[in-house]
């Protein structure tokens, strides 16, 4: 079991932090400079080869790790210190409890591709995002700037206004799914539902003339029976994790650099980290309650298993199955990603004021509003 663990960890590491994180940074130039026609990152070099800027992250690190760590005068000098690994180790631990795959049978053996499969999966997600604030209120405080100071007020209070809309958002797909367990969730979503099943429960449209709207399905994901709470999900979790158009703490127009901005070297590498860690961890949870998680759309496991199976063995099914599956998952993460770039060279920065209203006057009455509205819709399905 022990062994099991360590090989899902390292996955998660190699994979998200390893491949992601350093790609995400030539991402957002290069996918920023074709939106601004522009030609992008593309000067760092080795012997004279730039493949198309991918060496840029590497020159990042190198650049970081040879700068000088400085403490400004007045700063308390622990919290300081200790604040960037704050803001970091969240957006890392969240990944435990996010299935990249399903569980699959190889004789004797059981493979379950989540590393810690709790009951209470989305209260963890929250109830540990939500640290995430600790960093950046400390960094600020701790660095005796005002400008420092003001940003991380701006953090902590967008932080935690954020966090009451997010629960509140997907309250919604609890009930449809029944569930706070996100590998039940997954699993729930492996499935199709009949878009006019409804016609025959409200008008008795049955028989052989209306067979053919038995054809016409969708994936039972999320983003198909909440659409409503995924663009509020969404919405919230990219102003908790301040993306853009959401980074009033970090404004540079207004607070220089906001709440980090007394912070040089590799110091100023971990929050520059976990902010781009952060969102291939918004793609995988958006992915995993919206997308259908590791599910292929209208080719079920039981579909794969049944058609290669018997031809091939149930070993080299299952084995077939986790490989399909983790691709659909990684593909989701990535078409996720390419959609925050989108929105982060798209929208412009919102005023603070613009930012608390959104929260507090609109996501929250119509989250709210959501709820019940999916309550009395359960209700009526079931009865």
């Not at 007020?153 to 009930?175: D, K, P, W």
Request: glycine share 10%; hydrophobic share 55%; aromatic share 12%.
């Amino acid at each position: 079991m022990i062994v099991g663990v360590a090989i899902k960890m390292l996955f998660i590491v190699l994979v998200i932090m390893g491949l992601f994180l350093p790609l995400i940074t030539w991402v957002e130039r290069k996918q920023a400079a074709v939106m601004q026609d522009r030609i992008g990152a593309n000067r760092a070099d080795l012997l004279g080869v730039t493949a198309m800027g991918l060496l840029h992250p590497a020159a990042d690190v190198v650049k970081l790790l040879s700068k000088e760590d400085m403490v400004p005068s007045g700063a308390n000098r622990f919290i300081h210190q200790i604040a960037p690994m704050v803001a970091l180790v969240p957006a890392i631990i969240t990944l435990a409890v996010i299935p990249f795959g399903g569980v699959y049978q190889f004789g004797d053996a059981t493979v379950s591709l989540v590393v810690a499969d709790i009951d209470w999966g989305m209260l963890y997600i929250l109830a540990v995002g939500s640290l995430a604030t600790y960093g950046a209120v400390m960094a600020g405080w701790a660095s005796n700037n005002n400008w420092g100071l003001l940003g991380s007020i701006r953090a902590s209070a967008q932080m935690i206004s954020y966090e009451v809309t997010m629960g509140l958002s997907i309250v919604g797909l609890f009930m449809c799914y029944g569930t706070l367990r996100l590998t039940e969730m997954a699993v729930a979503q492996d499935s199709t539902f009949r878009v006019f099943g409804f016609l025959e429960h409200i008008f008795g449209l049955s028989g052989p003339w209306f067979a053919w709207l038995d054809w016409i399905t969708l994936p039972a994901w999320g983003i198909f029976l909440q659409p409503l709470g995924f663009i509020l999900f969404l919405t919230c979790i990219m102003a908790e994790n301040k993306r853009p158009p959401f980074d009033a703490p970090e404004g540079e127009s207004e607070l220089v650099a906001g709440y980090h901005m007394e912070y040089s070297a590799m110091r100023f590498g971990l929050f520059y980290t976990a902010e781009f860690l952060e969102v291939p961890v918004i793609g995988a949870i958006v992915a995993t309650l919206f997308l259908g998680g590791w599910s292929i759309p209208w080719l079920s496991t039981a579909d794969i298993v049944g058609a290669v199976g018997g031809a091939f063995g149930q070993g080299f099914a299952s084995g077939l199955c986790m490989i399909l599956h983790v691709g659909s998952f990684l593909l989701k993460v990535v078409l996720m990603i390419w959609f925050q770039m989108a929105l982060r060279w798209t929208l412009p920065r919102f005023r603070y004021d613009q930012v608390m209203d959104l929260c507090w006057k609109m996501i929250l009455p119509i989250s709210i509003a959501n709820i019940f509205i999916t309550g009395a819709l359960v209700l009526w399905l079931d009865g």
